[in-house]
């Protein structure tokens, strides 16, 4: 029995849900393989464009020059059945091999774009306002009561620039106001 998000399902059950995802988005499967392949030119040091990025010898070059390292990145088997395992830290100055594939470097890839993308419009409304604090997609500022619906048109109007590395990005933003964090939520 598993249980994900509070609902519990049997393992033939999460089989057949994946199956079925995987059917209806085939262009996302798609882009794991592809993933996939990028971890093949990061083993060889290619560099070979992926979407807004670049791949290096180990690493992922993300669209502001910062990389996304995966040190000791090596392969085993090839094709469809081949492996990829880095040095993950673990402790004080220890490592342990960990996996990866595709759709985890998917997964990293656009975290890392979402941290790029806030950190830039965060840098753009701290010059204006005070942060309090910044966490996952949320930023956090100190604004004096009179000065909220200006600051909220401008925080709309900054949050929604699309970067100059993926022209077709959509971004919407949603901005709540209150007295502490608890009443923004």
Not at 24 to 43: E, R, S, T
Not at 128 to 143: G, P
Request: aromatic share 8%; proline share 4%; charged share 25%.
């Amino acid at each position: 029995m598993l249980l994900a998000a509070g609902v519990e399902c049997d393992f033939a059950l999460a089989e057949k849900v994946v199956a079925a995802y995987r059917a209806k988005y085939p262009m996302i499967v798609k882009g794991w393989w592809k993933a996939n392949d990028m971890l093949g030119h990061m083993v060889n040091g290619d560099k070979v464009k992926f979407g807004c990025c670049e791949t290096r010898h180990n690493k992922m070059r993300l669209p502001n020059g910062m990389f996304l390292h995966y040190e000791g990145l090596t392969r085993t088997g090839t094709g469809r059945d081949a492996e990829y395992w880095y040095k993950s830290p673990k402790g004080r100055g220890n490592h342990a091999m960990r996996k990866i594939y595709g759709a985890m470097l998917v997964e990293n890839i656009m975290q890392a774009l979402t941290r790029v993308l806030m950190t830039d419009q965060l840098v753009k409304l701290s010059m204006q306002y005070d942060v309090v604090m910044q966490l996952h997609d949320e930023i956090v500022f100190t604004i004096r009561t009179p000065a909220i619906p200006v600051a909220k048109q401008l925080i709309e109007k900054v949050m929604t620039v699309v970067p100059e590395w993926m022209l077709d990005l959509p971004l919407a933003v949603e901005i709540n106001d209150g007295a502490n964090y608890a009443e923004c939520k």
